[in-house]
């Protein structure tokens, strides 16, 4: 259960003692999975160019479902679909994942200004349906990495989750919801790593300098001002033989 598009977003971001450590531990790939319908993850953001670990433990490590945690890393293929349900899809490159689908969380939206008169055939954006969630699994059959979209009229929803699971936050974050400064505080979450002005997206990369394997964490937010996460991203992995 190799993870290709991961090792190669790595290598992007510069980790070249991580890189080795991780080609090290792989084998070949065999040839391709033949096509697989399910929506597919969608690919890491591009432009970041060098990471900066300011933390030790990732903000958005678990994720819950309900009251039902997800801790990546560690919650074994076995245990998210003896509760969810599910069959595993595989991409090209022999990624293994998941995919669910859940609803969006209401929120009380502030009060809009009064609007302008409409531009005369102006198109108004897609209607926002649900959220995809996916499940990366990696080596040692475990979930690695989870990725949540927002899901439009435009695109495809996964099998829905049960719904006593419908409920998903990665740590204190959630799809389509901004928390205001008030709540960041409360919740004592990190200011992000990386935070470039011309990108939407917002990084907060860690690892634990006195665990054996090295242990890195990686959580990355695509926000809008006005419909709050659209995308989110978090991965935890291990590096056997990597080096502090």
């Not at 432009?47 to 890393?73: H, K, R, Y």
């Not at 349900?85 to 991409?91: A, K, T, V, Y």
């Not at 939206?109 to 990366?136: H, L, R, S, T």
């Not at 699971?165 to 990190?190: A, D, H, W, Y």
Request: glycine letters at 6%.
């Amino acid at each position: 259960m190799r993870h290709p598009k991961l090792f190669s977003f790595i290598a992007a971001l510069g980790l070249g003692a991580c890189v080795s450590a991780f080609a090290q531990t792989t084998s070949p790939l065999p040839g391709p999975f033949p096509a697989d319908p399910t929506p597919k993850p969608f690919d890491y953001p591009q432009g970041l160019s060098t990471p900066q670990f300011t933390l030790e433990q990732n903000p958005a490590s678990v994720i819950q479902f309900g009251d039902f945690p997800i801790v990546l890393g560690v919650t074994p293929l076995s245990v998210v679909t003896k509760a969810f349900g599910g069959s595993l899809h595989h991409l090209p490159d022999r990624t293994d994942y998941l995919c669910y689908s859940a609803p969006i969380q209401e929120t009380p939206k502030p009060k809009k200004k009064a609007k302008k008169k409409p531009v005369e055939d102006e198109v108004p954006p897609p209607e926002v349906i649900g959220q995809n969630i996916w499940f990366i699994i990696g080596e040692r059959g475990e979930v690695s990495e989870a990725k949540a979209e927002a899901v439009t009229t435009e695109g495809e929803l996964c099998p829905a989750l049960p719904e006593a699971f419908s409920s998903v936050s990665f740590g204190p974050f959630r799809i389509g919801v901004n928390l205001k400064p008030k709540e960041i505080k409360k919740l004592e979450i990190p200011k992000p790593s990386v935070a470039e002005e011309d990108s939407p997206w917002r990084y907060w990369f860690a690892t634990n300098k006195e665990s054996h394997p090295i242990h890195y964490g990686f959580f990355a937010v695509e926000a809008d001002p006005e419909f709050g996460p659209k995308k989110m991203i978090s991965t935890e992995l291990e590096f056997k033989g990597a080096s502090h």
